[in-house]
């Protein structure tokens, strides 16, 4: 059980390193810090979403490129501010077809507290064929158990570790969508 709770705690920063890695520390540079993306902004400070439109102008940056998406890959408070969409007689909104045709994807290891402009508590929408994320695994995730070092106190440590670097094969296959507040 222990293993297994590990081992899903990797693989969530694994996902998070490859979609959102600011590449300091040595952590990689995930999709949306690539230079040659697609970037579409909300606004100078960001704005909630009340529609679809720059959701649809951020995958018409993916026509432009010929590539098509694979998934949208978002925060689920971003999830939820989408299905709360409505219209002016509280109606939910249709949700386009353009739109509707992309898989979303909802991780807890997205950001919510992206900075843009003057506000600091945007996400993204990350959008793009994923088939052109290179994900190389240079060590498997490892787990050993350290029982020697802390033998005289009857403790024990457990040490986690991978090795892992991320790419893009194609940086315009992507799109990211930021300043999305709450």
Known sequence: IIEQAFLQ???LELDRAAIWGDG???SPTGVANTAGINDVIMGANG???TNYDK???TLYELDLDNAQPTAGIMHPRTAASL???KDSQLNPLTVPEKVRAVPMLMTTAAPIAETLGTSSDCSSMVFGDFSHLLIGMREDINIRLLSE???GVGQIAIL???RADVALARAA???RLRGIKP
Do not use: E
């Open 9 to 11: 705690t990797m693989a």
């Open 24 to 26: 300091t520390s040595n």
């Open 47 to 49: 704005a909630q979403l």
């Open 55 to 57: 959701i649809i102008d």
């Open 83 to 85: 299905a709360k969409l």
């Open 149 to 151: 070092a802390f033998a």
């Open 160 to 162: 986690v570790h991978c």
């Open 173 to 175: 296959a992507f799109s």
